[in-house]
């Protein structure tokens, strides 16, 4: 997030958290979650260490059939898969109005541009508030596993808005050391829906303009 900083590795971060993680009691993660694919390696690799409570929040998706194929999708993918922790799924507010209204103005913005950023920091912003609401013992998104997505800009903010809140935010870089290669394997062994845009209408149609052209 700022220049001449120097790149932190994040997914260290979350393995050296987990190393000391307590070994009497198994604490709770809050994970938001933006759909089956990108949720995949992230519940396998950390059921073994939280009971996670997986939050479905995404405003950006649409249209409504998009974000209930989307949630069915998840909740399919928990039922099926062998974890070794309890998972519970926890449905946010679908309020599409909400993600429109921080959009105005960046229509056209590029995927990674202000609009994202934007979109981003309303998911973390919910997720964080709900997760210290509950109490969980740590809070992080799927986000992260995308090669699309700016992982210093997610896990900054979400540490930023964890100290706002009172809450523990979990560093991670999900797309590091094959993460998103292993998310891909586990989609096709789930059969699951690989959305090919990110959900909001203006990635979709920018997928459209690249598929034209």
Same mark, same amino acid.
């Given at each position: 997030?700022?220049?001449?900083?120097?790149?932190?590795?994040?997914?260290?971060?979350?393995?050296?958290?987990i190393?000391?993680?307590?070994?009497?009691?198994?604490?709770?993660?809050?994970?938001?979650?933006?759909?089956?694919p990108?949720?995949s390696?992230?519940?396998?690799?950390?059921?073994?260490?939280?009971?996670?409570?997986? #939050?479905?929040?995404?405003?950006?998706? &649409?249209?409504? /059939? *998009? +974000?209930?194929?989307?949630?069915?999708?998840?909740?399919?993918?928990?039922?099926?898969m062998?974890?070794?922790?309890?998972?519970?799924?926890?449905?946010?507010?679908?309020?599409?109005?909400?993600?429109?209204e921080i959009?105005?103005?960046?229509?056209l913005?590029?995927?990674?541009?202000?609009?994202?950023?934007?979109?981003?920091?309303?998911?973390?912003?919910?997720?964080?508030?709900?997760?210290?609401?509950?109490?969980?013992?740590?809070?992080?998104?799927?986000?992260?596993?995308?090669?699309?997505?700016?992982?210093? #800009?997610?896990?900054?903010?979400?540490? &930023?808005?964890? /100290? *706002? +809140?009172?809450?523990?935010?979990?560093?991670?870089?999900?797309?590091?050391?094959?993460?998103?290669?292993?998310?891909?394997?586990?989609?096709?062994?789930?059969?699951?829906?690989?959305q090919?845009?990110?959900?909001?209408?203006?990635?979709?149609?920018?997928?459209?303009?690249?598929?034209?052209?």
């Amino acid at each position: 997030m700022t220049e001449g900083k120097p790149k932190v590795n994040y997914q260290v971060k979350m393995e050296q958290l987990i190393k000391e993680l307590p070994e009497d009691r198994v604490p709770v993660l809050f994970l938001h979650a933006c759909c089956g694919p990108c949720s995949s390696y992230v519940l396998l690799t950390l059921s073994r260490f939280f009971h996670i409570r997986l #939050f479905f929040y995404n405003p950006n998706i &649409m249209p409504e /059939e *998009e +974000y209930l194929y989307r949630l069915s999708e998840v909740r399919r993918l928990v039922s099926e898969m062998p974890l070794e922790n309890p998972v519970e799924i926890i449905e946010g507010e679908y309020c599409p109005q909400r993600f429109t209204e921080i959009s105005k103005g960046l229509e056209l913005e590029p995927e990674r541009g202000e609009r994202c950023r934007k979109c981003i920091a309303l998911r973390l912003r919910e997720t964080v508030a709900q997760a210290a609401a509950e109490g969980a013992d740590y809070v992080t998104t799927t986000l992260s596993i995308s090669p699309h997505k700016d992982a210093e #800009f997610i896990n900054e903010k979400g540490a &930023m808005l964890c /100290e *706002e +809140y009172g809450a523990k935010w979990l560093y991670s870089d999900f797309k590091k050391k094959g993460g998103y290669l292993r998310s891909i394997e586990l989609s096709k062994e789930y059969a699951l829906y690989r959305q090919d845009f990110c959900g909001c209408v203006y990635s979709r149609a920018a997928r459209e303009r690249e598929k034209k052209a």
